[in-house]
């Protein structure tokens, strides 16, 4: 049993939305620090910027269009 039933939109969003966005965070993470590792300082501020600059674009972007 536990806290949420299985099929509940909230079980699903723990699981799928939560874990998942967990595992991908861990990767770009993991990217990042091998980049850094290998002194490729151009690449490693490049991926960086992008990412970030790009994941608060994304978000904004929902915010707009979800509110139209």
Do not use: M
């Not at 039933?5 to 091998?34: D, K, M, Q």
């Not at 991926?47 to 970030?52: G, H, K």
Request: hydrophobic fraction near 50%; charged fraction near 5%; aromatic fraction near 20%.
């Amino acid at each position: 049993s536990g806290p949420f039933p299985n099929t509940s939109p909230s079980y699903l969003f723990a699981c799928v939305g939560f874990l998942g966005s967990l595992s991908t965070f861990s990767t770009f993470i993991f990217e990042l620090f091998n980049t850094l590792l290998a002194y490729r300082w151009r690449q490693f501020w490049c991926l960086a910027i992008f990412s970030l600059t790009g994941g608060l674009v994304a978000v904004a972007a929902g915010f707009i269009l979800g509110n139209v």
